[in-house]
């Protein structure tokens, strides 16, 4: 069982930053890619961002130069700073987690998703 849990979601002005953590824990040999969605009402969820275990990172065209990923194996965390923030980056933004199991089965878990809110 692997749990995420996200924080640092919240409100902020258009321009302001913001950086979002996702932890994981539970029982699993290794977590591969890392990666940040997000849903904005009334819209499909989309990939902003993706970190390989060894830090290859992708990003949605929307985000790129505003937005990174980073993570710490050691603690097994993701995290995504955003800057210059912009109403339409409004949504639930979730992290995804590629986990390979004591088994060696490959599986993705998600987290519960935390609202990142920017007013104009």
């Known amino acids: 069982q692997v749990q995420l849990v996200e924080s640092g979601g919240g409100l902020v002005q258009a321009g302001g930053s913001l950086r979002l953590s996702c932890a994981a824990s539970g029982s699993y040999l290794r977590l591969n890619a890392m990666a940040w969605y997000r849903q904005a009402p009334g819209k499909q969820r989309e990939l902003v961002a993706r970190?390989?275990?060894?830090?290859?990172?992708n990003y949605a065209d929307s985000v790129k130069g505003r937005f990174t990923i980073s993570r710490d194996n050691a603690k097994d965390t993701v995290y995504l700073q955003m800057n210059t923030l912009m109403p339409e980056d409004t949504a639930v933004y979730s992290c995804?987690?590629?986990?390979?199991?004591?088994?060696?089965?490959?599986?993705?878990?998600w987290g519960h998703g935390t609202q990142v809110t920017v007013s104009s």
């Open positions: 970190i390989s275990r060894d830090g290859n990172t």
């Open positions: 995804k987690a590629e986990i390979l199991t004591y088994q060696l089965v490959r599986n993705d878990s």
